[in-house]
């Protein structure tokens, strides 16, 4: 979208996001002026590969980390699965971001923890393994496990899990997600651990490729 057009939808959305404010916003409610939004601009833009620009008033509160906002937005019909430019949802910012806070508001408004970027076919839970990789925040990643987060969602344009956690390198929970019932592909999964590079994680590879085998030889072994 180009500069004059996203302009024009800033300038239709302000007055929406005025009502919403509590102190986080800018004369015109620009999430370009938001105060926090610039401030973890570099997270932000780490996080998602970009910054929007172009959102909802829901999801430029999510950016902004402005709860008062998230809570004004989802008492006047804000809806946490919409679908932004870009394929984002709110549940998928606030899951890459790890604003756990606002992403139970979410998961509790309706959100869907299987909730995905739509032009990428990557998971909010995804996002949230990536947020638990390079920032050791897991808060993100738990919550939508425990709002039920089906960890065998997936399959098409949308990358299942297991195969974003074979490619983070995280052997562990690829450990815990065989333990919660993850069945996706299991043969391609091993392949993809057998070809990551363990490093220190030589022992959490190495149990992870157990548990695989184990369960692809008890499947070959049934009638």
Not at 63 to 76: F, I
Not at 150 to 170: H, M, R, Y
Request: contains cysteine; aromatic residues 6%.
């Amino acid at each position: 979208m180009g500069t004059i057009s996203r302009i024009a939808l800033l300038a239709a959305v302000a007055p929406v996001l005025v009502t919403c404010g509590q102190g986080e916003w800018a004369a015109k409610a620009n999430i370009m002026t938001c105060q926090n939004a610039q401030s973890d601009r570099d997270e932000i833009e780490n996080a998602l590969g970009y910054f929007p620009e172009d959102v909802s008033p829901l999801s430029a509160a999510v950016l902004c980390d402005d709860r008062a906002a998230v809570d004004a937005a989802l008492v006047n019909g804000a809806e946490p699965n919409r679908s932004e430019p870009g394929g984002l949802t709110p549940v998928v910012i606030a899951a890459a971001l790890s604003r756990d806070e606002i992403l139970r508001k979410l998961l509790a408004a309706g959100g869907d923890a299987n909730s995905y970027e739509s032009d990428t076919g990557q998971l909010a839970l995804a996002y949230a393994l990536a947020a638990g990789t390079h920032r050791r925040d897991w808060r993100a990643y738990n919550t939508l496990l425990d709002h039920g987060a089906d960890v065998n969602f997936g399959g098409g344009k949308v990358t299942p899990i297991g195969e974003w956690a074979a490619s983070l390198g995280q052997f562990d929970k690829i450990s815990e997600l065989l333990d919660r019932g993850y069945r996706k592909d299991l043969p391609g999964l091993t392949w993809s651990v057998e070809r990551r590079s363990a490093g220190d994680a030589t022992a959490a590879r190495d149990r992870a490729l157990a548990k695989l085998r184990a369960l692809i030889a008890a499947e070959r072994e049934r009638p």
